[in-house]
């Protein structure tokens, strides 16, 4: 990351073009046809995906440090949803979490990256962390679903998933209207 600020970068190349003021935008750097699939982001897309992106991103930027207990803690509940990742060590884990929330903002924030692709792996990380919450002991209430006081935290990702589904679902192709 030698200083510079990827989020900036990124968000700055998925508006280029917003002036042209059509529904989606041709990516400047492509160098691929209007016609060519993937080769346009969405207008729709771009709140999504900047605003998901960047919280993802410094998500990951702060467990970059993170401490043994802080890991460990961390471990213990993804391991409800995955249980090999207890095998792992501590430390490792926080790594490991730190960079694949580092990747999966940056792929949120970067333009050359289908909004489907980035939807998919948005979807995978938040189903998860969905699960880690209906899981995890004295997050939901009696019933199972609606989240406890302790819950809240977890529960309020929800909104990942249903960006996800706009990513993944959207079928709109290129240079129709709707």
């Known amino acids: ?42 207008l729709s897309h771009l709140p999504l995906r900047l605003v998901t992106g960047a919280f993802i991103l410094n998500a990951g930027l ?10 460990a803690g961390l471990q213990a509940m993804a391991a409800r949803v995955i249980p090999p990742v207890s095998n792992i060590a501590p430390e490792r884990f926080g790594k490991l979490l730190s960079y694949a929330e580092i990747s999966l903002g940056s792929a949120l924030l970067a333009p050359f990256v289908p909004s489907r692709l980035a939807g998919i792996g948005l979807g995978i990380f938040s ?8 899981r995890t002991p004295g997050m939901t209430m ?12 977890l529960a309020k990702d929800i909104w990942m998933v249903g960006i996800a589904a706009a990513l993944v679902l959207d079928r709109k192709q290129p240079g129709t209207r709707s």
């Open 142 to 153: 009696e019933d199972g679903i609606r989240p406890s006081q302790q819950g809240i935290v």
């Open 1 to 42: 990351m030698n200083g510079c600020d990827c989020s900036t970068v990124a968000a700055s190349e998925l508006m280029r073009g917003w002036h042209n003021g059509k529904s989606e935008t041709r990516l400047a750097f492509s160098g691929k046809s209007e016609s060519s699939k993937g080769s346009t982001v969405r």
């Open 127 to 134: 189903g998860s962390l969905f699960t880690m919450y209906l």
């Open 62 to 71: 702060g467990k970059r440090k993170l401490d043994k207990d802080s890991a």
